[in-house]
């Protein structure tokens, strides 16, 4: 299947820095790319939805300042997580649909962030 | 929430032995799809089932849906110590088909012991 890279696969940063996430299509285009958060033993949460060219859709609860999302061409969506704090620290996933191939999403490997 | 349940939340079998998920959504949907995850990793598809489906096979995976029940089932065959991981069932919702927002269900941890 389509592969979809997310770098990197863990980081740690101290309290108030901000942190950039990048998910990349490897070989097919994605217009739309979604980024979700997982809790130990829990279910992945959609954060966004990012669609290339214009602003991502947020879900509700989730802070639009806290968490940026930029989908600069059809190939790369970042996340950056700012001024993060402990209760930030989580599983970060995304994903993409290849618009021109299956109804399946792709996802990438994860990112650990843990803000200490 | 539109999250949707799955049922159980932990499973332990030995090997060889069938392994049946069950999974529960709330509102109409296009497709649903389960998906594994080996833990700390990202998810790997599994299979897709339309809503005008009713059964479909992969391999030693048979998925099914009652879209009347709104729930799906998904039953792995002579299970290896290697389908170690966890279950999600994911729905796409009538309205969001064209964008492909996934929803998780809370997942099924499966343990299969050698």
């Known amino acids: 299947g389509a592969v979809v890279s997310q770098h990197p696969s863990w980081v740690i940063c101290k309290s108030g820095t901000s942190v950039k996430i990048e998910c990349r299509s490897l070989?097919?285009?994605?217009?739309?790319m979604f980024w979700y958060r997982q809790f130990p033993k829990q279910s992945l949460m959609l954060m966004a939805t990012?669609?290339?060219?214009?602003?991502?859709?947020?879900e509700q609860g989730v802070e639009k300042d806290k968490f940026l999302i930029n989908h600069a061409s059809l190939t790369l969506s970042t996340l950056t997580v700012t001024s993060a704090h402990p209760e930030d620290s989580s599983f970060y996933i995304c994903?993409?649909?290849?618009?021109?191939?299956?109804?399946?999403?792709?996802f990438g490997q994860g990112t650990r962030l843990t803000v200490v | 929430s539109q999250q949707g349940e799955e049922d159980p939340q932990a499973l332990s079998i030995q090997e060889g032995e069938n392994a049946t998920m069950n999974c529960s959504y709330k509102?109409?949907?296009?497709?649903l799809q389960w998906y594994r995850q080996n833990s700390g990793r990202g998810l790997v598809h599994l299979i897709l089932?339309?809503?005008?489906?009713r059964e479909k096979h992969s391999g030693r995976l048979r998925v099914t849906l009652d879209t009347s029940k709104k729930s799906s089932s998904l039953l792995i065959t002579a299970s290896r110590a290697a389908d170690t991981a966890s279950y999600f069932c994911?729905?796409?919702?009538?309205?969001?088909?064209?964008?492909?927002?996934?929803?998780f269900g809370q997942g099924t941890t499966l343990q299969v012991k050698p």
């Open positions: 994903s993409a649909r290849d618009h021109g191939g299956p109804t399946e999403a792709f």
């Open positions: 070989d097919f285009q994605a217009t739309t």
């Open positions: 990012s669609n290339e060219g214009s602003k991502a859709t947020y």
């Open positions: 509102t109409s949907i296009n497709n």
């Open positions: 089932i339309r809503s005008n489906e």
């Open positions: 994911a729905t796409v919702y009538l309205g969001s088909s064209n964008t492909g927002k996934l929803i």
